[in-house]
Every structure is written in structure tokens, then in C-alpha cells.
Nanobody, 126 residues
């Protein structure tokens, strides 16, 4: 059983930056992909980015390409989402998720993920 704990959410002005972290506890291996999703009020949860095991593959939603960077540190069992040039439309609760997988790819299909964190609020506003 894995437990995921997100941190790093905050109130930030447009154009600002934040780095979200996702600590993965209870894993004895690195054979998992990490996904970041977000959910704004009144909207469905949407995929933002994902990274495969070993960081071999990364994928981004069109809305965040060039602004967000996903990474992972297997030694620390932590995933990161660096968010730059933030916009008001980035305001949402951000969730990290883990998919147990040997694949060197990752997916945006949220039902493929086995574990979820509790979410962290990101608010972009002046």
C-alpha cells in the first residue's frame, strides 16, 4: 500500500512560479509512473503531466507545455511539478497519482492510476 503526500501549493500572482512535490511512501521499487492532475471548481479532473519510471518519458497537456516541468528523484521517492509563468486558469487543486508499471511510457488516463494523494491547492490571483 502506497501513500502519496503532495505539498507546495500556495497563492501566487500571475506570472509567478511554484514547485509541487509528491512524496511516495511505502514503495520498495521504482517501477511506477507518476501523474499530476488538477481539478478546478465545477470542472472535471484533468491530466497535467506524467513521467514514466526512470524519467524516460514525460508528457504534458497542451495548456501547460513550455511552462511546467515534471521530474522525479527516485532516491528520495519524490515527484515534482515545476510550474512557471502561472496563469489564473491554472487555479485548481493539484493531485499526484502513481501507476504501478514496468512501462517506459506514461498515460493521462486517470483510471489507470492506482494511488492518489489528497491534493494541494494552487491559486493564481493578483
Amino acid at each position: 500500500q502506497l501513500q502519496l503526500v503532495e505539498s507546495g501549493g500556495a497563492l501566487v500572482q500571475p506570472g509567478g512560479s511554484l514547485r509541487l512535490s509528491c512524496a511516495v511512501a511505502g514503495s520498495t521499487s521504482d517501477y511506477y509512473a507518476i501523474g499530476w492532475f488538477r481539478q478546478a471548481p465545477g470542472k472535471e479532473r484533468e491530466a497535467v503531466s506524467c513521467i514514466s519510471r526512470g524519467g524516460i518519458t514525460t508528457t504534458y497537456a497542451d495548456s501547460v507545455k513550455g511552462r511546467f516541468t515534471i521530474s522525479r528523484d527516485n532516491a528520495l521517492k519524490t515527484g515534482y511539478l515545476q510550474m512557471n509563468s502561472l496563469k489564473p486558469e491554472d487555479t485548481a487543486v493539484y493531485y499526484c497519482a502513481v501507476r504501478l508499471s514496468f512501462a517506459v511510457t506514461c498515460t493521462f488516463y486517470r483510471n489507470s492510476y492506482d494511488y492518489w494523494g489528497q491534493g494541494t491547492q494552487v491559486t493564481v490571483s493578483s
